[in-house]
């Protein structure tokens, strides 16, 4: 099925299932244990070995010599897999460094070997016996040392460089300025499940179960790296407990645990410990970003310019940090600028809302400082600024774009009126207290997505497609979906999903999972639809699917009678881009309290108000946008990557030195959706909100720690040793 005309009404929106606050189907697996993760996954035709990683120990250099004699000795050891052993390797698509080091080593932690044994354990405590000898090399591992050496990049499709009008000129005639560098460190993922993965062989085909956000994406990478026929790779990941964008490609895991199961005979299980994780796999870059604005008295922004640097291996991507302020605000003059410098960190790549996460933290608290220097309410700034077209191609409108509704909505819950805007003058005993608020954006991305449907003689209808569900209720919109468009109840119907044999998907990643997943469900079921009318003999453009029946007229059938059919299809999204600017927008509005003598911060209340098209499941939208707000509280008081800058590694590479937050630091959090469909956007007019529930929330917070204190941090995290010593008199 072609999308490429705006969507009319449709049996979506009877919004019988859709739309309604459901539970998760497949809630039950998960709370009883009985939902098979990757290294949890039982064949009883299986008795697998183990591996364990043995990571680089310098972060740039040359493999010299490796002695796996005392190792291979150990008890349990079977085979020790190297880059010797494995032979030639390619590289994946999706990978920049590659994932068996040897004898070059691009980072620290990369894999250089995998001892395979009969227990973990055994495994484990071989891998401490692996002698290896590097001639280590000087390598680059501070983003600002090498910030003179970076050169222009373009993220995905953009380009690395905007200008509209005369920037330069607009900005040094501007009545108000506001020119400032904002810093975000390097981040990590941090998700709950580890990187795992077993792999086994049967003859030349391999079989993979392993942690996985985008299969058909792996599969090919995969392919790739071994250098196989695809036909001969099938991959399983039915439930990935987090992946926040660290799992949308394959990793060491996945390679080793192939390479040692065909190495030893036998199936191979993997899973990498939380220092490999850190610095094993990739995470977010750290940027530096200067941002300078225009306006005139009245507010009104003439010019705005954005520049980014980030770090990252060779030949990886930047971080997008500049892509919202392409789009965000009003403005005639305008430039942006990303630009990527070489570093022999650990590669970098996606992380929760790539691009906006990080360049709002810093654009957003910029445009607060713009208000405050024109002594205008930041809400109100923001108000003014707003743009229906994209303001580089203005021919081109938003699809729907209600970002003012949801900063006056969101004005109105919180009580921002009651807000004091001179700061560090409210208190609360022996906390000052303030409020802050941000704009939230990101952009609605769709992806071509396939799916089988299956109606059985007992009226069940049976869903399969290769998306996955990273814990954000894919099963449960899924099964709405197809219980809309065949006229059943949810237990009607059986959705499989995470597996290679099935149709190709989106994969869950970027926002676009939801939309573009569910869409594809849509095509196959309407497809389906078709056969059973035809079936029934009923005319398909009347027919009627409800309550199990399908009726026309005055004629009604058991959607039983129809029979076993199956039907596949796949959205294509065409044409409709290039007409329409789609993307979602939001407003963080956060209330916070500092200690005023020891300068402790405390996040006291949080609103997100969002627009994302239609809401499929409000339960489980909720629950990703109160998620995605926890990680912006994250990223603005405690999460950073610490570089040891003379040996290349990241220093806090576990839970108990890098920090993220835990239920006592998060208060009541409130989440409103706007009421909105977008025909434009997809046949379930909805887009997504699981990341844009994250973009602009740190720059919120800090915004409100510099209405409670007078201070203005623009290096995050915003911790209490960057204010302590500038605090008001406690008195």
């Known amino acids: 099925?072609?999308?490429?005309?705006?969507?009319?009404?449709?049996?979506?929106?009877?919004?019988?299932?859709?739309?309604?606050?459901?539970?998760?189907?497949?809630?039950?697996?998960?709370?009883?244990?009985?939902?098979?993760?990757?290294?949890?996954?039982?064949?009883?035709?299986?008795?697998?070995?183990?591996?364990?990683?043995?990571?680089?120990?310098?972060a740039k250099g040359r493999i010299a010599g490796m002695d796996l004699t005392t190792a291979k000795a150990a008890p349990g050891v079977v085979t020790i897999v190297t880059a010797e052993t494995a032979g030639p390797l390619g590289l994946g698509q999706f990978n920049t460094a590659p994932l068996l080091g040897g004898p070059e080593v691009a980072h620290y932690h990369q894999a250089v070997a995998?001892?395979?044994?009969?227990?973990?354990?055994?495994?484990?405590?071989?891998?401490?016996?692996?002698?290896?000898?590097?001639?280590?090399?000087?390598?680059?591992?501070?983003?600002?040392?090498?910030?003179?050496?970076?050169?222009?990049?373009?993220?995905?499709?953009?380009?690395?460089?905007?200008?509209?009008?005369?920037?330069?000129?607009?900005?040094?005639?501007?009545?108000?300025?506001?020119?400032?560098?904002?810093?975000?460190?390097?981040?990590?993922?941090?998700?709950?499940?580890?990187h795992a993965s077993i792999a086994s062989w049967e003859g030349d085909a391999l079989t993979v179960?392993?942690?996985?956000?985008?299969?058909?994406?792996?599969?090919?990478?995969?392919?790739?790296?071994?250098?196989?026929?695809?036909?001969?790779?099938?991959?399983?990941?039915?439930?990935?407990?987090?992946?926040?964008?660290?799992?949308?490609?394959?990793?060491?895991?996945?390679?080793?645990?192939?390479?040692?199961?065909?190495?030893?005979?036998?199936?191979?299980?993997?899973?990498?410990?939380?220092?490999?994780?850190f610095n094993n796999t990739v995470h977010r870059s750290g940027t530096i970003q200067r941002i300078r604005i225009g306006a005139d008295t009245d507010g009104t922004i003439i010019a705005i310019g954005h520049e980014s640097w980030s770090g990252n291996q060779v030949g990886g991507r930047p971080e997008g940090a500049v892509a919202q302020t392409r789009l965000l605000y009003a403005g005639s003059n305008r430039m942006t600028a990303e630009r990527v410098a070489a570093l022999d960190l650990p590669e970098s790549n996606a992380m929760r809302a790539p691009g906006e996460a990080p360049g709002l933290m810093a654009l957003e608290m910029a445009v607060d400082e713009m208000a405050d220097r024109l002594g205008m309410d930041p809400v109100q700034f923001r108000i003014k600024n707003d743009t229906q077209v994209d303001p580089e191609k203005p021919e081109r409108p938003f699809s729907q774009r209600q970002l003012v509704a949801a900063l006056r909505d969101g004005a109105e819950r919180f009580g921002w009126s009651k807000r004091v805007a001179t700061p560090g003058q409210v208190r609360d005993g022996r906390w000052r207290v303030g409020l802050g608020v941000a704009a939230a954006f990101r952009n609605n991305q769709v992806m071509k997505s396939g799916a089988r449907v299956r109606l059985g003689a007992d009226g069940m209808v049976t869903v399969e497609t290769d998306m996955t569900d990273i814990g954000t209720g894919t099963y449960t919109i899924i099964g709405q979906t197809a219980a809309e468009m065949m006229g059943v109840t949810l237990d009607k119907v059986v959705v499989r999903l995470g597996d290679s044999s099935f149709p190709i998907s989106s994969g869950s990643g970027g926002q676009w999972g939801a939309n573009s997943s569910t869409s594809g469900v849509y095509a196959a079921c309407a497809k389906l639809r078709e056969a059973v009318t035809q079936k029934l003999g009923f005319n398909s453009d009347d027919a009627v699917f409800e309550d199990s029946q399908v009726r026309s007229g005055n004629r009604s059938l058991p959607l039983a009678e129809a029979g076993e059919l199956v039907a596949e299809d796949a959205i294509e999204f065409e044409g409709l881009a290039n007409k329409y600017q789609q993307s979602t927008f939001g407003a963080h509005f956060v209330e916070v309290g500092v200690d005023a003598a020891t300068a402790e911060i405390r996040v006291r209340r949080m609103l997100a108000v969002c627009a994302g098209g239609r809401i499929l499941n409000p339960k489980s939208a909720r629950s990703q946008v109160i998620g995605a707000m926890t990680m912006g509280v994250g990223a603005a008081l405690m999460e950073e990557l610490v570089v040891d800058k003379t040996r290349g590694f990241f220093v806090n590479h576990d839970l108990a030195g890098y920090e993220v937050p835990v239920h006592a630091d998060i208060p009541h959090q409130e989440v409103i959706f706007l009421d909105e469909v977008d025909p434009i956007s997809s046949p379930m007019k909805a887009k997504g909100v699981g990341e844009l529930g994250i973009c602009g929330c740190a720059a919120a917070v800090a915004n409100a720690i510099y209405n409670a204190t007078g201070i203005r941090v623009r290096d995050y995290p915003i911790t209490l040793d960057k204010l302590l010593e500038r605090m008001p008199d406690a008195a």
């Open 209 to 277: 179960w392993t942690s996985n956000q985008m299969i058909d994406r792996s599969v090919s990478d995969i392919v790739k790296t071994l250098k196989m026929p695809k036909e001969k790779v099938r991959l399983i990941s039915p439930f990935i407990g987090g992946g926040f964008g660290g799992k949308l490609w394959i990793r060491s895991d996945v390679i080793l645990a192939a390479l040692g199961a065909r190495q030893a005979g036998r199936p191979v299980k993997v899973a990498l410990t939380r220092p490999l994780m």
């Open 114 to 194: 995998l001892v395979v044994a009969e227990s973990f354990e055994q495994a484990r405590a071989a891998a401490a016996l692996v002698r290896v000898d590097y001639d280590e090399a000087k390598g680059a591992f501070d983003l600002a040392a090498s910030r003179g050496s970076a050169k222009a990049a373009k993220i995905q499709t953009n380009p690395a460089e905007t200008a509209i009008g005369n920037f330069e000129a607009a900005f040094g005639k501007a009545a108000v300025r506001l020119e400032e560098t904002y810093t975000t460190p390097n981040e990590a993922h941090a998700m709950m499940e580890p």
């Open 1 to 58: 099925m072609k999308f490429d005309t705006p969507a009319g009404r449709n049996p979506i929106d009877q919004l019988k299932v859709i739309g309604k606050p459901t539970d998760r189907i497949e809630g039950p697996y998960k709370v009883t244990g009985t939902a098979p993760y990757a290294y949890d996954w039982h064949d009883p035709t299986l008795t697998p070995l183990y591996g364990f990683v043995v990571g680089s120990g310098v």
